[in-house]
Structure formats: structure tokens, C-alpha cells
């Protein structure tokens, strides 16, 4: 289908906004897959006690100095003046996610690594690209998703 330069950049003059729908869209959409995807990752391994762990994970999308952000994280809830930071809601939540040392009375003891969010993220990132390409297609063709 070929389409006359004016309609091109008539599509183009209304495509801004659409593609930053689109695209957003997608982000929310796939943030709530990588947040069931993770929290089923906290359940097995480190496995449950308590199940603090596994809900404080949350999937969502962030507008940040006018830039969307798909964000996956556990531990806690952010100010909305400093989104990416974690709050001490769930402390351990980093150091079952990236391992590492703690201290404690009487020695210390190594945690190893559980990845429970980055397996998430990494199971979905390749998906992930191809659908916001997919947006901005669809955007530039005049379409919402």
C-alpha cells in the first residue's frame, strides 16, 4: 500500500502521541507478565516463609522527566520524587536477588544469587522490543494498539 507524501505527513504530525500510547501499552502489558513471572520465581527459590518477599514485587510503568519506564522491582515503594530508589519495606529483597555477604552475630554467611527478578526480565526483554517495534509501526500507520 503506498500512500501520497501529504498523507504521510499528516500520519506523521498525529503519530507522536500514539506512539507514546502504544508504546506504553506495551510497557504495562509486559511489566505484569515479568511481575507474575517473577513472583513465581520468589516462590520456589529462595523458597516462601513468610511471603513478604514475593509481594513486594510489583511491575509497572514510570513516567520520569517525561520518559517512560518499565520498572520490576521488590523490596518496597519508591517516592514518586526518586522512582527508582527502593525503600527498606522488604531489606533482604536485593541481596536474595544479587547475592553477597551479611554480617551477623557470630560470623557472617554468603547468600548466593536467586535472580528472581532478572530471569523475569530476561524471559520477557526480547519480546518486549519486537511489540514496541510493533507499536511504533502501528502508530505510524495511523492505528492504536
Known sequence: MSITYEEFMDRLSKSDS??????????????????????RNATHFPRVQTGRLRNSISGNVINFQNEDYLVLRAGGISTPSRPFTESADVVYAAIQEYGGTIEMKGGSRFIKEKR??????????????????KAIIASLKGKDL
Open 18 to 39: 500514539r506512539i507514546s500510547m502504544n508504546i506504553r501499552s506495551v510497557l504495562l502489558k509486559q511489566s505484569l507478565k515479568m511481575e507474575a513471572d517473577a513472583k
Open 116 to 133: 528472581y527478578l532478572r530471569n523475569a526480565f530476561d524471559k520477557h526483554r526480547d519480546r518486549t522490543k519486537s511489540l514496541i517495534d
